[in-house]
């Protein structure tokens, strides 16, 4: 197998990157989710904010996870199987899910803060907030297994994981975190004892937690993770919340234009992926010494980036006619005018996140850290953001 696609040529890249976004169709059916739920989401307004804070939230930590998985593949210190594995392989996944609490709380009380500026809410929202991003993200730890599980068969099967899993399981840890919020949503405000079944998900994640610390506190890739991971992480927070204010913009400029929400979970995907492509064959190039820790190498990296950013056009022209035909809109005028809007959501939000992707992998890998904390979690989160702000500035543009 050729370590990280260094031989490959820029139609080789072209097709196994295409396949990989070929997954963010997925993502049509979790907008398409959204666009059924609307009236659920309307009926409070932390609940479209908080919706991208949490789907960007589990694809940050789905992307810590596919980006260690990658280069240890690569590497030789972890083994394609469930069983039967490396110890770091078992400290990472318990690393993993004490993270996904830490940020999930960091992320609810960030969101406390933008609520009370942006989102008309008050203090008296936060269990409720608390409640449900603790438990739609407790719920969405079934994604974790899944994503592994897409890891080792990938390289099992002489596919380059850095290229494939993150894509792949982007997408579909959309739809699910997706299902799952709009679930814990119905179950909070319509469920009989709703407040009550939530928290008690959320609880079980926390006593999951005290579980798992006292074993882990003096395993060094343990420790390691979690350190490396939280700074970025608690970035994170801040950001994705960022995004759902952003978004809650876009909820009461296009009301209920449809096509725009059956199409946003799919362009946050799709840009998010784009430079998970770019930034995760980087760092494994680096760790292979086949890419110099220096921005001008980026030179060396451009079969890589623009293989990434042609098959990203593409899928946005194919985003744009399904997200159209599924609510039965479609019109020459209609696609014309969404795709216009698409493109240039694309220009910006792809050329920035290529640049972010590349330079932290530089960044990091120079400072003596390990890029694969560093680079997903930081590039999808941004990632989210700069789409969001970039597809409001495109409709804007359009009107």
């Known amino acids: 197998m050729t370590h990280a696609g260094a031989s490959k040529s820029f139609l080789g890249m072209f097709k196994e990157t295409s396949l990989a976004y070929f997954f963010d ?13 609307l009236d659920v989401f309307q009926l409070s307004p932390w609940a479209i904010a908080l919706y991208p804070a949490v789907v960007s939230a589990k694809g940050v930590i789905g992307g810590l996870l596919s980006g260690r998985l990658g280069t240890a593949l690569h590497l030789g210190i972890v083994y394609p199987r469930f069983f039967k594995n490396t110890k770091n392989f078992y400290e990472l996944i ?110 079980v994640h926390v006593l999951l937690c005290f579980y798992i610390l006292p ?9 390691k993770t979690i350190r490396e991971s939280i700074a970025t992480l608690l970035f994170v927070a801040f950001i994705v919340n960022v995004t759902g204010t952003v978004l809650k913009d876009i909820s009461n400029f296009v009301e209920n234009r449809k096509e725009v929400y059956t199409v946003y979970p799919a362009l946050i995907d799709m840009v998010g992926d784009v430079g998970s492509v770019v930034g995760s064959t980087a760092t494994t190039k680096l760790a292979l010494g086949l890419l110099s820790p220096s921005f001008s190498s980026i ?9 990434a950013w042609s098959a990203s056009i593409m899928m946005f022209v194919i985003l744009a006619v399904l997200s159209l035909t599924m609510l039965g809109l479609f019109s020459l005028t209609s696609f014309l005018s969404l795709l216009l809007i698409l493109l240039i959501t694309n220009v ?52």
């Open 94 to 203: 318990q690393a993993l899910i004490v993270i996904t609490l830490v940020t999930s709380v960091a992320m609810s009380c960030v969101s406390l803060v933008f609520g009370y500026l942006f989102w008309e809410i008050t203090f008296a929202d936060f269990p409720a907030i608390l409640s449900v991003v603790l438990a739609t993200m407790a719920l969405g730890l079934v994604i974790t297994l899944l994503t592994i599980k897409v890891a080792f068969i990938s390289f099992q099967r002489g596919l380059d994981p850095d290229i494939v899993v993150y894509p792949v399981m982007s997408t579909t840890a959309d739809i699910i975190i997706t299902l799952f919020y709009i679930a814990v949503l119905n179950i909070f405000f319509f469920g009989f004892m709703g407040p009550w079944i939530i928290a008690a998900i959320a609880f």
């Open 299 to 307: 030179r060396n990296h451009a079969k890589n980036i623009f293989s």
């Open 25 to 37: 169709i997925g993502g049509i059916f979790a907008g398409f989710m959204v666009a059924s739920q």
């Open 215 to 223: 074993k882990n506190l003096r395993q060094l890739e343990f420790v």
């Open 348 to 399: 910006i939000a792809v050329a920035a996140i290529m640049i972010v992707s590349y330079a932290v992998s530089i960044l990091t890998f120079s400072k003596g850290l390990d890029p694969d904390n560093f680079v997903i979690p930081i590039e999808s989160s941004l990632a989210d953001s700069l789409t969001t702000v970039a597809l409001l500035i495109a409709l804007l543009m359009i009107g």
